[in-house]
């Protein structure tokens, strides 16, 4: 590994990153041990898909488990990240049919199974491991020794004893039910794996059914005219007038000459629906089938598991059930039976996986029976903590509704089930194949073809990944997980199989805290997908900014709501800022010779960046242990940025380029050595590539790696308020100074003077240098408070002090006049066409949304820049016409005395103010300090001191304002100090706000609509 001082003059992800990925590794950083005295800390990655390729959720996942696993390895732990890999049964099956058609023009069929798995278990052995290598592409540190597959003879074994185990203890039986079944694949669905579009346009379509006895019909309405194949009765509202006679007659089916009932049914009927007659298919809806049951209803199945209509079916037989339609109908126009249609709308169930319309069918297959499993969830549940706390809410509600687990799949790559038939139909439960039946002793068993869903394996994984059901060592020291980190659609399908199954197999809930993700979509909230061409990819974006910027992203973004809005100019702005790192430590590294790392801070801003860093490193820890990533990553990124870089770097210049003292000197490049290499710890889980490879070049690091440096912990005796105070104030001042200059248009290396009327002289005259270098002053001259102002100078106002900039000789003010003018009259009339727009109510309703939102984004844009134009002509305008100070922040009629031609005795009477009142300050101060200091009964004295030396002041101001008063009637000088210390008061409130958005607060998720429910259509 190349180190030294040297840095190469641009950072270049591609040559770094795959480096450390690989040595990282190598030196076994990414282990943890079984058993261990450090304190465990386990996150289990939700395992990718075999057939996956990263994508952006992916890397969110990474990051943000790798961020806290990083973190906690720093802060000392036996911190494990668990990788694993899904089988992801219907997925894989369908990827290996499509080749091997594609190659060979063979089904599955074709093969039968046993070599149709064979092909698959290869497929997978040249395929399987692409997912993890481009988790390392992102620098996952996860634990690769320990590497597992859902299907792994490990991890068949525990689903086999959990299958075995839950059929003993009564949770898990065999039986004929309707089931959501998808035709394309073929297979059985849990009720997660349909999705409802809502608001699909059908039509209602309604014909007759004629009375067997010939006294009539009755009409019925349906969206689905197929099923009335399989009708076993029409049901009508007991209640309702219309049909009371009929109820208890017979109807004939027109097509197949079968008779059946009409019943009154309360519950499935809504007289005002439809007809209010009702046709009833027990064999093909689920509010059917439970009204069959209330009945005693016959239940026919007319579908074959492909689509097509069976035996049952009669003269259609063998069509299609959607395709059909026109033919069914077509007859029962020909048998005058058809009675309109109407539009209608309603929600349509489709397979998640293929789209096709999913049917509920007759079906034999395993269910788990849940109840009893998530009301020991539902017991359980205050012992997880639910990261944004709103899901909890859905997890609870979710458990309180749940209904039985469909588990049987009819597919072929999976666990097959552990159940044998003999002969005589009996079942037999076994771990491993049964000599013979359980029941009948018979030797002549088969085994259950199905195979159990995917989401059952990855049910058990935080167990079953360390070898349960064996008691070891691993097990006993990560289980329960510490937090359960992915993405909140699949809290259902994944997070509450395994609380169920955690607590049932193991007595305790898997882990501590759920932390669910947002979902990551593009700049303008669409979801990415190839056809909309929006997608991006993570591995094209690590190759080309570094993974670090990608990461980086992603946890700055992820504290975003249900939502991450992702552009790549973001990625590139975080590249950037690796650059800036770059340089930044290329910088202070060369003027670190003679570095002592012994040397103490020498001057304020020492102490102040220290003190700085020190409290970015308690706020770095503090979100990170509340799971407020996102405010963990920008608080960092400020620090290094603004404070770091913008400030410490640019004030240490004249100590490190031995303007000052030697002690100033070596004082600089410590401080400056100790934040970044601090900075660099604290940035480590979120950017650890670039981190790793500055830190490698800094004299001040210790151990091989940062990756194992401890996470920086609390140090208050860094904190220094006073150095902060006093930054603050500078630093307020100077970037007003800045504003200025750039509000007056004045060319970024045009220096011009700088004049100070400071309350605190002294304070100012220390930080001279930091103004010329700082806001390019050509020279800084410090005046009294009172002092008779500059003409033709523009202002920026502070409490402590005013900055002004004399632009006289500097600027043509007619023309810039006239330009700043022609500047605003256009952005008036762009801003007016926007305003018509946004007020016309027809645009706002018919454009689409995200145009809307741009207008009104532009128009505050506008409005932003029409007022700092405005200020700037001000500003233009009172220097032109040589008017004093007309400073636009400052509000009118609150001009010094002083300015306006002081006589003599206003003068003097302004020499004995200043004399009260700097006689005062140094008290005050003292004073202050001691409250802080001394305890209640000090504090309490000191107060009352204060009291009186205000009143002091109190009267010695009045007796000056009187004789001000006096001298220069009518003009009301005496004025001037209440209202400058009005301006002061007005300016800290602004200081509190900037501190308050610093802190920043963290958006909460809103609870949306549940995902998904089943439902009839
Ligand atoms: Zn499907
Ligand atoms: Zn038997």
Redesign the pocket.
């Known amino acids: 590994m190349a180190a030294g001082p040297e840095l190469d003059k641009g950072y270049e992800p591609s040559r770094v990153e795959p480096r450390w990925a690989k040595e990282w590794e190598e030196r076994g950083y990414f282990h943890a041990d079984d058993e261990s005295d450090k304190p465990p800390y386990c996150i289990i990655l939700p395992p990718p898909n075999v057939t996956g390729s990263l994508h952006l959720g992916h890397a969110l996942t990474a990051t943000l488990e790798d961020a806290l696993i990083r973190w906690k390895r720093m802060s000392g732990f036996n911190a494990l990240w668990m990788p694993g890999i899904d089988h992801a049964g219907i997925a894989t099956q369908m990827v290996v049919e499509r080749e091997l058609q594609k190659s060979e023009r063979k089904s599955r069929h074709d093969l039968g199974r046993e070599e149709f798995l064979r092909r698959v278990w290869s497929w997978k052995e040249a395929q399987g491991d692409r997912i993890a290598v481009q988790h390392r592409a992102l620098g996952a540190s996860l634990d690769w020794d320990r590497l597992r597959f859902t299907m792994d003879e490990q991890s068949s074994r525990a689903v086999r004893e959990a299958f075995v185990r839950l059929y003993e203890d009564g949770l898990l039986y065999r039986a004929l039910r309707l089931i959501n079944w998808?035709v394309?694949?073929g297979t059985a669905?849990s009720d997660l794996e349909v999705d409802h579009d809502e608001g699909v346009k059908s039509e209602l379509y309604k014909f007759a059914y004629p009375l067997a006895d010939g006294s009539g019909e009755i009409v019925v309405a349906t969206t689905r005219v197929e099923t009335m194949l399989g009708d076993t009765a029409v049901a009508v509202h007991p209640d309702d007038e219309r049909y009371r006679a009929m109820i208890g007659k017979k109807v004939r089916h027109p097509i197949l000459g079968r008779e059946f009932p009409i019943i009154a049914d309360a519950e499935l009927v809504d007289p005002k629906f439809g007809t209010g007659a009702v046709k009833v298919t027990p064999g093909h809806s689920f509010e059917d089938f439970d009204t069959g049951k209330r009945h005693s209803l016959p239940l026919i199945n007319i579908l074959n598991p492909d689509g097509t209509l069976n035996a049952n079916a009669g003269p259609f037989q063998g069509q299609d059930r959607i395709k059909v339609r026109p033919a069914l109908k077509a007859r029962l126009a020909e048998l005058g039976l058809e009675r309109g249609t109407e539009a209608h709308t309603m929600a349509l169930g489709k397979?998640q996986?293929?789209?096709?319309i999913v049917e509920p069918l007759l079906s034999k297959q395993w269910f788990v029976k849940t109840k009893p499993l998530a009301a020991k969830v539902i017991e359980h549940v205050d012992e997880i903590h639910f990261v944004p706390e709103t899901w909890r809410a859905e997890f609870l509600r979710w458990m309180n509704n749940i209904h039985d687990w469909t588990v049987s799949r009819q597919l072929w790559w999976g666990h097959q089930i552990p159940a044998w038939y003999c002969e005589y139909g009996h079942v037999t439960v076994a771990r491993e194949r049964p000599i013979d039946c359980d029941e009948c002793h018979s030797g002549n068993l088969r085994q259950d073809p199905d195979v159990l869903d995917t989401w059952f394996s990855s049910g058990l994984w935080p167990f079953s990944t360390f070898g349960w059901p064996d008691d070891t060592p691993a097990l006993r020291t990560f289980y329960p997980n510490s937090v359960m980190e992915t993405g909140f659609d699949i809290l259902f399908f994944w997070v509450a199989r395994m609380a169920m199954l955690g607590l049932h197999f193991m007595g305790k809930v898997p882990f501590g805290v759920v932390f669910l993700h947002a979902m990551v979509r593009d700049e303008k909230g669409e979801k990415m997908s190839k056809t909309r061409g929006n997608v991006i990819d993570p591995l094209d974006i690590t190759a080309r900014h570094g993974a670090d910027a990608l990461r980086f992203t992603l946890a700055s973004m992820a504290g975003q709501g249900r939502d991450i809005k992702l552009g790549v100019g973001r990625i590139e702005g975080y590249r950037a800022f690796a650059n800036k790192i770059w340089n930044a430590a290329r910088f202070v590294l060369m003027n670190a010779e003679g570095y002592d790392p012994r040397a103490q801070p020498a001057s304020v801003y020492d102490r102040w960046i220290l003190s700085r860093f020190q409290r970015c490193a308690d706020e770095t820890r503090k979100a990170l242990d509340e799971f407020r990533i996102s405010d963990a990553a920008n608080g960092i990124y400020k620090f290094v940025w603004n404070e770091l870089c913008d400030w410490a770097i640019e004030l240490a210049k004249p100590a490190l380029y031995g303007e000052k003292s030697a002690a100033e000197r070596a004082g600089a490049q410590a401080s400056l050595l100790t934040a970044l290499e601090g900075s660099l710890r604290l940035l480590h889980p979120f950017m650890p590539f670039v981190t790793e490879e500055v830190w490698q070049r800094l004299p001040n690091r210790e151990g091989p790696s940062i990756m194992i440096a401890p996470f920086p912990g609390p140090r208050p005796e860094l904190i220094d308020e006073r150095a902060e105070r006093e930054m603050d104030v500078i630093a307020r001042a100077i970037d007003g100074a800045r504003s200025v200059r750039g509000e007056v248009a004045l060319p970024p290396n045009q220096r011009v003077p700088l004049v100070l009327f400071a309350k605190d002289s002294a304070l100012f005259r220390r930080h001279e240098r930091a103004f010329k270098h700082l806001a390019n002053a050509s020279e800084v001259s410090l005046s009294s408070f009172d002092a008779p102002r500059p003409k033709g100078a523009a202002v920026h106002v502070e409490p402590e002090v005013e900055v002004h900039l004399p632009l006289a000789n500097l600027i043509d003010f007619a023309s810039e006049k006239a330009r700043v003018e022609k500047e605003i009259a256009r952005v008036d009339a762009e801003l007016e066409g926007i305003r018509r727009r946004l007020d016309n109510q027809g645009f706002v309703e018919r454009a689409p949304k995200d145009v809307v939102e741009e207008h009104r984004a532009r128009a505050e844009e506008l409005q932003g820049k029409r007022e700092k134009l405005a200020r700037h002509l001000a500003r233009v305008t009172s220097v032109e016409d040589g008017m004093e100070d007309k400073n636009p922040q400052q509000p009118q009629g609150t001009q010094p005395a002083a300015q306006t031609g002081s006589s003599e005795l206003a003068d003097r009477a302004r020499e004995t103010f200043e004399a009260a009142r700097e006689a005062v300050a140094p008290m005050a101060e003292k004073m202050a300090a001691a409250m802080t200091e001394a305890g209640e009964v000090l504090a309490q004295k000191a107060a009352e001191a204060g009291g009186v030396m205000a009143t002091k002041a109190a009267e010695v101001k009045a007796a000056v304002a009187r004789r001000i008063a006096a001298a220069r009637r009518p003009k009301k000088a005496a004025a001037k100090k209440p209202a400058r210390k009005a301006v002061a008061r007005k300016a800290a409130p602004k200081k509190a706000l900037k501190k308050a958005a610093k802190k920043g607060g963290r958006k909460v998720a809103k609870a949306r609509k549940p995902a998904k429910r089943k439902g009839k259509r």
């Open positions: 998808c394309k694949d669905l397979c996986r293929c789209g096709n």
